[in-house]
């Protein structure tokens, strides 16, 4: 919105557009090495005790001779985009005008691909950076059905994947997500009405309420992201895509008798077919 190449004064731009002058002359400063370092040993720390909040963590981290105060731990989970896993009250609002749905799976079991998708989004650390990784995961096969890799935590590259699955793969009856705004926002939960999908969230602080895809974030860190020292979001992304590649066809899950998530998905699907 502000052009610095514009004649008018940008002190005149900015009154008339209502915004913060010092926003504009602000530049985001890249986070630090020490930093970076810090955040994948939290990741690494989450994924073991994710019911750790700050203080917690402050203190995992300190026992591991990191020196790092409760207030720097906070700030760099919000940055990183997890919090302690717990049953806590709600104090916690959407962004103004953005509607909360609520949870539909309680007691409810998969029974066939397409009835329950979920969505979810984790911080991927790099060796020299992070990027997030955005993916649909079919509830029943556990199969993941598209994903997006992104540098920011903006709703586009939700809305992105939301729209592949939807291309390549139909519907599902029930859409589940946590409460963040990317899946709270307009753009994104209209596309699932105009779809006549239901839209079911997560309780805050509920982890247990999208298990399977917590399952699948541990797997990929511990099996490609922690093995390989991405240094950059296309190495990232092409890493990522081939273990997703390797997980739907060829990683066999002990719930399924050995079988991957593709010939699950598949199988169940041509089996409904020949019923009808």
């Known amino acids: 919105m502000i ?10 731009q900015v ?3 209502n915004v913060s002058r010092g926003s504009v002359y602000y530049l985001p400063r890249p986070v630090s090495a020490t930093d970076l370092a810090v955040m994948h040993r939290m990741d690494e720390l989450h994924l073991d005790f994710p019911f750790a909040g700050s203080r917690m963590l402050r203190d995992l981290l300190n026992a591991d001779g ?20 717990y049953r806590k009250p709600n104090t916690s609002k959407p962004a103004p005008g953005h509607k909360i749905y609520p949870y539909l799976l309680r007691k409810m079991q998969a029974v066939r691909p397409d009835q329950v998708w979920a969505m979810d989004i984790t911080y991927i650390p790099m060796a020299r950076g992070f990027v997030y990784l955005a993916a649909v995961v079919d509830w029943f096969s556990r199969r993941v059905l598209s994903h997006r890799v992104s540098i920011t ?3 586009d590259f939700c809305i992105e994947a939301l729209e592949e699955a939807l291309a390549r793969h139909g519907r599902p009856e029930i859409f589940n997500t946590d409460q963040g705004s990317q899946f709270t926002s307009f753009a ?16 805050r602080g509920r ?13 990929l860190k511990y099996e490609c992201v922690f093995l390989n020292a991405f240094e950059t979001g296309t190495e990232a992304r092409t890493g990522i895509g081939s273990w997703i590649g390797y997980y739907n ?7 399924f008798g050995g079988r991957t998530p593709d010939e699950v998905y598949a199988t169940q699907a041509n089996e409904e077919k020949l019923a009808a």
Do not use: C, Q, Y
């Not at 982890?207 to 797997?219: A, C, G, H, T």
């Open 15 to 17: 009154k008339a557009l």
């Open 249 to 255: 066809t060829d990683r066999p899950h002990s719930v």
């Open 153 to 155: 935590m903006e709703a």
């Open 66 to 85: 990191v020196e790092i105060g409760r207030l720097h731990v906070a700030t760099l989970m919000k940055r990183m985009g997890i919090e302690a896993i």
């Open 3 to 12: 052009d610095r190449s514009h004649a008018l004064p940008i002190a005149r």
């Open 207 to 219: 982890w247990m309420d999208n298990v399977f895809i917590e399952r699948l974030w541990r797997s």
């Open 188 to 203: 994104f939960t209209n596309i699932l009405k105009d779809a006549d999908i239901r839209i079911s969230m997560d309780g």
